[in-house]
């Protein structure tokens, strides 16, 4: 099967690769194309923007969290009536996880996927050095096809051109456009990464305005080119993770959804939607009340301590989450839904806002990042999701610290190293129907984890 796809790789973090993959897909939407985009690894910000400038949903494509086929599953699944395929890596180009199973790297998926790379490099601080850059990176792996260079942060036109002669002279590689220096092209940041599309603002006009500047750049032209070029896709895989036909709905599942709360893998949901749940979602920060006739809530990551004034004061939103609990009705939240339902919330600085209350402690705020990386976890007690002794792969990323679960744990923690042997997670409920987490659990690690999530919802509610 032929199909134009290309991937987008950077030569380390903060190399400009969202700047540039958001503007590219959204000139490409602009011209009319049906841009299927994809994000390297287990970020949840990155994708927003990939979806606001294809005006589709972007897929997470992670080799270490998902087996291979698995992971190309999610690539099919996400070409559905799409033209070219864009795919934002993560990192450095060859930069993965180096533990027990090693991989995630930009570069695996590109190989996996027989997809050509454009390489993005900052050249801020250099001039000819940035040829030999490119050369260590082609030669690196062979069986990485380094079809192209764009040049960020270029300080003029004169530093631009003087960099793309050396690249082309000793690399035999065409450069395919640049960004000059412009503060006005930079997204904002915060404590997490980038600020959430989820947050507003003026983002769309954004998207757009990084649209126009790439456009008289970048050559698009020459990166459809690339694209087109593509060797023919490897086989589709066997369906795994989703039905060849999308079940009957038999229950409905409320997702939180909102400023607060926008972490999701879009192939966690669509996931549920495939084999059976009626999605419907509401908004913690807004709402009074959940949506009605639903058989299970989830509740995502996010940022729950920048909106954790309107959300304790929401006391209608929270009286109906908590006789939801009460009521037997499978809960499962994660990092900042686990956040929701702890006692409270205590922010960066030290103000404390009252939440749930389902989970014992506070959840406080640190000074730095508390724990972050790839994690292998071992199911230490039966919960919604999964049954004892499943092992399941996810990613972990807080600022926050709440007192471990001293009784009914859900997981036991076996890497990384640091972290073996900790239990995470509590399973609570009269009827052991609520899980919270900060594991972030991509469903396509296990296809029993949706399922299950439907079976138990749909003991409580079906349609």
């Known amino acids: 099967m032929n199909f134009p796809r290309i991937v987008i790789a950077g030569i380390s973090s903060s190399s400009g690769k969202t700047t540039i993959s958001s503007g590219i897909t959204a000139a490409l939407t602009k011209r009319g194309h049906k841009v299927a985009a994809y994000k390297c690894g287990p970020d949840y910000i990155d994708p927003g923007y990939l979806t606001l400038a294809a005006n589709n949903p972007c897929h997470n494509l992670d080799s270490w969290m998902l087996g291979k086929d698995a992971m190309t599953e999610v690539f099919f699944h996400g070409l559905k009536d799409r033209e070219i395929a864009l795919v934002e890596g993560v990192m450095g180009l060859y930069d993965g996880y180096s533990g027990e199973r090693p991989g995630g790297s930009t570069a695996e998926i590109a190989r996996l996927l027989s ?91 954004f998207i757009q305005n990084l649209a126009a500047h790439i456009e008289s750049t970048i050559d698009i032209d020459r990166i459809l080119e690339i694209a087109r070029n593509a060797p023919p896709l490897p086989e589709k895989p066997c369906p795994y993770l989703f039905p060849e036909t999308p079940a009957r709905p038999v229950t409905r599942i409320a997702v939180a959804r909102d400023e607060a709360f926008s972490f999701y893998y879009q192939a966690n949901l669509d996931m549920l939607s495939d084999w059976g749940a009626e999605l419907c979602y509401f908004s913690p920060v807004h709402d009074t009340c959940l949506p009605e006739n639903i ?102 990323f807080h600022w926050s610290k709440l007192p471990s679960p001293q009784t009914k744990p859900a997981y036991t923690l076996l890497e990384p190293a640091e972290y073996a042997g900790q239990n995470e997670g509590f399973i609570i409920g009269n009827s052991t129907n609520v899980l919270a987490s900060y594991l972030h659990l991509h469903f396509g690690t296990n296809p029993n984890l949706a399922r299950n999530f439907i079976r138990v919802s749909k003991g409580f509610y079906a349609i």
């Open 295 to 396: 058989g299970g809530i989830y509740i995502g990551g996010g940022f729950p301590e920048i909106m954790a004034a309107e959300l304790s004061a929401n006391q209608a939103m929270k009286t109906a989450l908590t006789k939801a609990a009460e009521d037997g009705m499978p809960i499962y939240a994660e990092c900042g839904g686990l956040m929701y339902l702890s006692e409270a919330i205590e922010d960066f600085d030290n103000n404390k806002y009252l939440m749930l209350g389902l989970l014992p402690g506070v959840s406080v705020m640190q000074k730095k990042l508390h724990r972050l990386g790839y994690t292998r976890a071992a199911v230490q007690n039966d919960n919604i999701l999964s049954g004892k002794g499943t092992e399941l792969r996810g990613h972990i």
């Open 115 to 205: 997809a050509p790379v454009i390489l993005l490099l900052n050249i801020s601080h250099m001039a000819e050095s940035a040829a030999a850059i490119v050369l260590g990176y082609k030669n690196l792996d062979p069986r990485i096809n380094i079809a192209g260079v764009i040049l960020n942060q270029a300080g003029s036109l004169r530093h631009y051109e003087i960099c793309r002669k050396a690249i082309e002279k000793y690399t035999s590689t065409p450069v395919v456009g640049y960004l000059l220096r412009n503060k006005e092209l930079a997204i904002p940041e915060r404590h997490l990464g980038l600020k959430t599309t989820s947050e507003g603002g003026e983002l769309a006009s």
